[in-house]
């Protein structure tokens, strides 16, 4: 009997909560499966998606955002070996469980920490509380494949945004995985996009785009690209988060800068009754 041929599983990509294969038809090799080669025309559909989401998922109370962040975490857990599988640590699956868990928890207490009451001199009541910026395109970093992923992702959706995902090219298979755990945790569809390919060539178009609010580069390691990609963010004047290289310790207690760089203050005033 001749040897039976193996069939090559092939990871698509994850746009508005489903899992459409580019549509440029093209795919990439990695340890033995096809991965899905994202086209500029994946990043803008992914961009459409992200926008018609983000009304219902910003509007949703945050104490329900948490809950679907625990969500997440909870799938992740289950799914644990396959992650190991495909050769994540797992020491570095249970830190990802972890830093979904820490996000969660902080999903109700952003507005207390973050907004509050202001003294002012007359007889009105004046208060800060803020406010998700919208969509944040993501360029997500390499290493480590996932828990970086989950890093990157996590705060900028706890408060209310909404996020297009560029996985890094050499690790897709983490963030794909990762998308098959979010289509299950009953997180709204368009929430999270996950486009896995080039950088050079999804990432400039989603920073150039202008239904972009922010642009995440902490996946890009390539100086010149990041100029290049902050030269496009400016011309619809989009937040820039580009920390420096020495802020990539993911294993460390992430704090709230992440948070809060993704987030607009908004102020109201109020007359107090006589």
């Known amino acids: ?31 033995s499966s096809n991965v899905s080669l ?9 961009v ?14 945050a104490y329900n955002r948490g809950q679907i962040l625990y969500r997440a975490a909870e799938m992740l857990e289950g799914r644990r070996e396959q992650f190991v599988a ?7 699956v249970d830190a990802t469980v972890d830093r979904w868990v820490w996000y969660a928890g902080w999903a109700d207490k952003l507005a207390q920490v973050y907004g509050g009451a202001n003294p002012v001199a007359g007889p009105y009541f004046n208060i800060s509380a803020p406010e998700p910026t919208g969509v944040v395109a993501v360029v997500a970093p390499e290493r480590p494949a996932l828990l970086g992923l989950v890093s990157v992702i996590a705060p900028a959706i706890v408060s209310g945004n909404t996020v297009v995902v560029a996985a890094s090219p050499s ?4 963030a794909v995985t990762l998308a098959e755990v979010l289509a299950t945790s009953d997180l709204p569809g368009g929430v999270v996009n996950i486009l896995t390919g080039a950088i050079t060539e999804t990432a400039p ?8 609010n ?3 580069l902490t996946g890009v390691t390539d100086a010149s690209l990041a100029s290049e990609l902050e030269v496009k963010a400016a011309e619809n004047l989009k937040r820039v988060l580009r920390p420096a290289p020495a802020d990539h310790d993911w294993t460390v207690d992430p704090g709230l800068a992440r948070m809060t760089t993704l987030l607009e203050t908004k102020t109201v005033w109020h007359p107090k009754g006589v």
């Not at 459409?48 to 219902?56: E, P």
């Not at 920073?207 to 972009?212: I, N, T």
């Open 1 to 31: 009997m001749s040897e039976r041929v193996a069939v090559r599983k092939t990871y698509k990509l994850f746009i508005g909560g489903k899992f459409p294969r580019s549509e440029s038809g093209r795919s990439y090799l990695v340890q």
């Open 38 to 46: 994202a086209s500029r025309k994946d990043a803008r559909d992914a």
């Open 48 to 61: 459409v998606a992200a926008r018609a989401a983000v009304k219902g998922w910003a509007g949703a109370t």
């Open 86 to 92: 495909l050769g994540i640590p797992g020491d570095e």
């Open 171 to 174: 690790e897709p298979l983490a």
């Open 205 to 212: 178009a989603l920073a150039a785009h202008m239904d972009v």
């Open 214 to 216: 922010a642009i995440d």
